[in-house]
């Protein structure tokens, strides 16, 4: 038997996601259904994602398995200068302030200090003129160092900014001194409606800050309160709104553990449909005294059945055992678990990037309570988890934060109104926090540049190698769900190469008209996807999804040999530094790599196996048997016919 050799390719040039402790684990995984001689890997020793490769070296070793690291690259640090993100708000209004914010990180750079310039332009990158310049100190030893512009626009439309430093002679890489973000000025305010089946703190305080904010008008539907109650808001309803044409005037709709068996039949259907039609936000809160009412019921009241579907996630029904897991109140606080589409949701961070808003939450005491859910809907999107550990069923947590497309809609879940404990940090983070959701949540009503259709991307920032899934919710002429095999868009990538990308419809949500696809993000940049409606000639729907370098890997470019050494050493393989090096043609003279990897050889006997030989021999003789007896009965029919 000839030796197996599993060759784990972890090539990363520039910031391309390396799990050099995946790849180790999943070929140990392997060993079990055959011998592998050895895993030669080829890496530039950059791991920035994954499980540790230390300790995935070591349970090679614990295997017998040998690796042998080839390494790629260079070991010296390129010397370059480069705009490594600009973030700036997706929309603004007229003669509000704002902030861009750039990332600038230099390597092996002996210079000193740069000059940014900020330049503004139209959309499509004309007339540009130089809004502002700041020299900053950048040091040498590669920290991504901040530099921001405050901006207050005065004129609506869409506006292109670009961020940029000035190359230098022996510069690696001159294509990324410059970033642009785009920023849309609208006259606009944001229609939201509470709703809240009694005063929990949660909804008193949203309830505040919303009224208090001039981008919002809010309205505010007290189902415990009475006939003339007072509310800070614009208007204070006694019932959910009556009419298509007074609910699809809302961008979001927040329910603090609302009592929906308030509502008739013709209600929750309007409500389906704003969320699936009009791409309207809802933001559900669940709480102790109405959900547990009407999630745990069976199937079978269209109402409920129709809120069920709406939800990001799957309830427990009436009499299961689990329903007792779910708690509300404790004397002990338990942190939220984000998980990794947690950390990457900008709506979820508490300040202005992840670094700073990961630091916020984990100043954070937690929460106390959650009401228990079976699973996440599949296609949705899991953020936080409940901290406690004694809460786990099959080594899961139960879900706190979670949402989904539904439609051209948004629905996000939170298993209980306790964001007012993030108050105890910064008086500030609950304002973020209901504000950046709030804003996620409605963003497809605010993206309806198209009367027939919306096209929608569950992300708007990511990283190198992240799947970014693409959505679009489209009608005909007479504005039914429009009927197609599939809808053709096109993929602008970073390079400008167009990809045609094509949406196939969605047939398990009970909905036509919904198209959907996904890509890989392979490079560092500004991807476009592009769609031009097919059955309205006149409508042309964009989206953009801006894709960033893993952060360990723009600050630590160079070949990591320490690394690569210590794995060799550990399983008992041997480093090559370089593809020559390993196939024997560098002046070392060192036996190549083929001649290292030892035969490992071996014969399994495996119980109640037929041996072929074997009965390939006992069917002759069988047969020869056969034969013979024909031919002595034919003998003796000759011979009594002689006699």
């Known amino acids: 038997m000839a030796p197996q050799v599993d060759w784990a390719a972890q090539l990363s040039p520039r910031g391309v996601e390396t799990r050099i402790g995946d ?6 995984e392997k060993e079990r259904g055959g011998p592998i001689a050895a895993v030669v890997l080829f890496t530039d020793g950059g791991s920035n994602a994954g499980s540790d490769s230390k300790l995935a070296a070591a349970s090679a070793a614990d295997a ?6 080839v390494g790629l690259g260079s070991d010296k640090r390129p010397t370059n200068l480069r705009i490594v993100d600009l973030e700036a708000p997706e929309r603004v209004y007229p003669g509000d302030k704002f902030t861009l914010t750039g990332y600038v990180q230099a390597q092996n750079y002996n210079r000193g200090s740069v000059t940014v310039e900020l330049f503004a332009a139209a959309a499509d990158g004309t ?4 809004e502002d310049e700041l020299t900053l100190d950048v040091g040498k030893s590669g920290q991504v160092v901040p530099v921001k512009f405050e901006m207050t626009p005065d004129e609506q439309g869409l506006r292109q900014y670009k961020l940029r430093v000035r190359t230098f002679e022996g510069e690696i890489d001159p294509r990324d001194n410059e970033k642009t973000a785009k920023v849309e000025i609208i006259d606009r305010r944001t229609r939201v409606l509470l709703i809240a089946g009694g005063p929990m703190r949660d909804f008193i305080f949203l309830r505040n800050q919303l009224f208090r904010d001039k981008e919002v008008i809010s309205d505010v539907w007290l189902q415990s309160g009475k006939p003339g109650i007072s509310q800070e808001a614009n208007e204070v309803l006694q019932k959910f709104p009556e009419t298509e044409d007074e609910l699809f005037e809302y961008d979001c709709i927040v329910a603090f553990d609302p009592d929906w068996e308030q509502l008739d039949g013709d209600d929750i259907k309007n409500l389906e449909r704003w969320v699936a039609e009009k791409a309207g936000g809802l933001v559900i809160v669940t709480g102790p ?12 009241d269209p109402r409920i059945d129709t809120l069920k579907n709406l939800y990001p996630v799957v309830f427990y029904q009436q009499g299961s055992a689990t329903l007792s897991l779910g708690r509300f109140g404790s004397e002990k606080s338990w942190p939220l678990q984000f998980t990794r589409d947690g950390d990457e949701a900008e709506f979820l961070w508490l300040d202005d990037n992840a670094a700073t808003s990961k630091t916020a939450w984990q100043q954070f005491d937690g929460v106390s309570g959650y009401y228990a859910v079976k699973d996440p809907k599949s296609g949705a999107r899991v953020y936080a988890r409940f901290g406690d550990p004694e809460t786990a069923i099959d080594n899961l947590q139960p879900i706190y934060m979670a949402g989904q497309f ?5 629905v996000f879940f939170l298993a209980s109104g306790e964001m007012w404990r993030v108050r105890a940090v910064d008086d ?7 504000t950046k959701l709030i804003r996620w949540a409605a963003e497809g009503r605010l993206l309806r540049d198209s009367s027939r259709g919306v096209l929608l991307v569950d992300k708007d920032r990511t990283t190198l190698g992240d799947q970014i899934a693409v959505r679009a919710i489209l009608q005909d002429a007479q504005h039914q769900p429009l009927a197609l095999a599939q809808v053709q868009a096109t993929l602008v990538q970073p390079d400008s190469k167009r990809v045609p990308l094509k949406l196939q ?9 919904i198209f959907v696809e996904q890509f890989t993000a392979t490079q560092e940049g500004d991807y476009k996807i592009e769609l031009q409606h097919p059955a309205a000639a006149d409508q042309f729907l964009t989206r953009e999804v801006r894709v960033t370098i893993p952060a360990k890997e723009s600050e630590f470019p160079e070949r990591n040999d320490a690394l690569l050494r210590e794995i060799a050493n550990q399983t008992g393989g041997d480093y090559f530094v370089g593809v020559e090096a390993a196939v024997g043609k560098g002046s070392s003279g060192r036996a190549s790599l083929v001649n290292l990897i030892k035969p490992q050889d071996q014969t399994t006997v495996l119980p109640g196996t037929p041996d072929r030989a074997f009965e390939r021999q006992l069917m002759g003789w069988l047969l020869g ?7 002595l009965e034919w003998l003796l029919r000759r011979l009594s016919k002689l006699a």
């Open 625 to 631: 048997l056969i034969c013979g007896v024909l031919c």
């Open 23 to 28: 790849s180790l684990n999943q070929i140990i």
């Open 505 to 513: 419809p969605v047939k398990d949500e009970g909905r036509a008209g």
């Open 127 to 130: 007339n540009e003129t130089k």
């Open 406 to 410: 539904y439609g051209s809609g948004r």
């Open 428 to 434: 500030t983070y609950f304002e973020q926090f209901y």
């Open 64 to 69: 017998l398995i040998p690796v042998y690291p």
């Open 289 to 300: 005294v109405f959900t547990p009412q009407w999630s745990s019921r069976r199937r079978g």
